[in-house]
T-cell receptor, first 109, second 114 residues
């Protein structure tokens, strides 16, 4: 069982829809990262957060430390948002990241 | 800045051959990470360095894998001898500090061992 669980594993939606991807983890963390991997393979860091909420353009990331849960939201989704979104956590006292299996998002025009 | 640079971008080799992957981190970054990505296991940390010193190599699969960071601007990941199960995409990433800052990923090296 992966320590970092993402859901759903695959998500297909129509352009314009509001998207939510979830990430759950098992023990206390010092930080949580959301990464985006495009079909070409490159990985980009979207957010790093340890509490509350962060927003960048149409992307919003939230974290609930008590519930050990984070969500990544995409508003007004667009086909160019199609990618694999990966959640990763850094446990308290540790320096390395532990990754979820990723959520493959496909936005159809 | 050019970002994290990795070479080669693609490597095809025969089983038993030595493979060397190279990484140049972003200038000024103190932490460097080597990751492996496969369909079955996703992204996994192999090893990371702080200030050129290996801190955690518990993810290195076996003695066939070794990594070095001789200076702040260069690191290598070597596989000797290579096996077909080593086929994967290998990413290098760097950050200002492993504990505090986000990581910047290189484009990856796609390794195929036949």
């Amino acid at each position: 069982k992966n320590e970092v669980e993402q859901s759903p594993q695959n998500l297909t939606a129509q352009e314009g829809e509001f998207i939510t991807i979830n990430c759950s983890y098992s023990v206390g963390i010092s930080a949580l990262h959301w990464l985006q991997q495009h079909p070409g393979g490159g990985i980009v860091s979207l957010f790093m957060l340890s509490s509350g909420k962060k927003k960048h353009g149409r992307l919003i990331a939230t974290i609930n430390i008590q519930e050990k849960h984070s969500s990544l939201h995409i508003t007004a989704s667009h086909p160019r948002d199609s990618a694999v979104y990966i959640c990763a956590v850094r446990y308290q006292g540790a320096q390395k990241l532990v990754f979820g299996q990723g959520t493959r998002l496909t936005i159809n025009p | 800045d050019a970002g994290v640079i990795q070479s080669p971008r693609h490597e095809v080799t025969e089983m038993g051959q030595e493979v060397t992957l190279r990484c140049k981190p972003i200038s000024g970054h103190n932490s460097l990470f080597w990751y492996r990505q496969t369909m079955m296991r996703g992204l996994e940390l192999l090893i990371y360095f702080n200030n050129n010193v290996p801190i955690d190599d518990s993810g290195m699969p076996e003695d066939r894998f070794s990594a070095k960071m001789p200076n702040a601007s260069f690191s290598t990941l070597k596989i000797q001898p290579s096996e077909p199960r080593d086929s994967a995409v290998y990413f290098c990433a760097s950050s200002l500090s492993a504990r505090v800052y986000e990581q910047y990923f290189g484009p990856g090296t796609r390794l195929t061992v036949t």
